[in-house]
């Protein structure tokens, strides 16, 4: 089983909409949670990290649910500069990255 | 601040040559992180250092992939010989905190590897 699981989409939303991408993960034991941001060609960013008590930065929304061992994050009002790959990213005793999830915001 | 520092940006090499890639992580940071992105996937860890120890190499293959953190600042990633298999994305990252904490990781712009 992998250690950390998302949907590869492709997602394809049209500009001002609300879009959430999910992510599972294996190991009850892990400590933090990450969304890292990849365009494409490009090496990945820490978009935000994610905390129990669910954390909001701007647009993006993030939130951890221990017990489901589930984490989201929401994008409001999509922009055209939204699109890229978005990597769910847990750390128990290393960093491990899920497959990724891409959007793509259309005009 | 520089960030992590990668060459070469691009490799193309026929199976069975001989590659090495060469990064130089963020002054200061402490940990050294080599991944593998195949195209579609992920970053997959292959070795990660605290200063020049390793930490983990449970993911290297180690009948043909090597690297090096001599002096504890930068590092070299090597794979001998190559397979087609090994066509990839190799980044380096660096981060703060030593491994067990929570640190941002920082990648590097990644060495595209082709293997014909």
């Known amino acids: 089983r992998k250690e950390v699981e998302q949907d590869p989409g492709p997602f394809n939303v049209p500009e001002g909409a609300t879009v959430a991408f999910n992510c599972t993960y294996s190991n009850s034991a892990s400590q933090s949670f990450f969304w890292y941001r990849q365009d494409c060609r490009k090496e990945p960013k820490l978009l935000m990290s994610v905390y129990s008590s669910g954390n909001e930065d701007g647009r993006f929304t993030a939130q951890l649910n221990r017990a489901s061992q589930y984490i989201s994050l929401l994008i409001r009002d999509s922009k055209l500069s939204d699109s890229a790959t978005y990597l769910c990213v847990v750390n128990g005793n290393q960093f491990y990255f899920g497959t990724g999830t891409s959007l793509t915001v259309i005009p | 601040e520089a960030g992590v520092a990668q060459s070469p940006r691009y490799k193309i090499i026929e199976k069975r040559q001989s590659v090495a890639f060469w990064c130089n992580p963020i002054s200061g940071h402490a940990t050294l992180y080599w991944y593998q992105q195949i195209l579609g996937q992920g970053p997959k860890l292959l070795i990660q250092?605290?200063?020049?120890?390793?930490?983990?190499d449970s993911q290297l293959p180690k009948d043909r992939f090597s690297a090096e953190r001599l002096k504890g600042v930068d590092s070299t990633l090597k794979i001998q010989p190559a397979k087609l298999e090994d066509s990839a994305v190799y980044l380096c990252a660096s981060s703060s905190r030593s491994w067990v904490a929570t640190g941002e990781l920082f990648f590097g712009e990644g060495s595209r590897l082709t293997v014909l």
């Open positions: 250092f605290q200063n020049n120890g390793v930490v983990d």
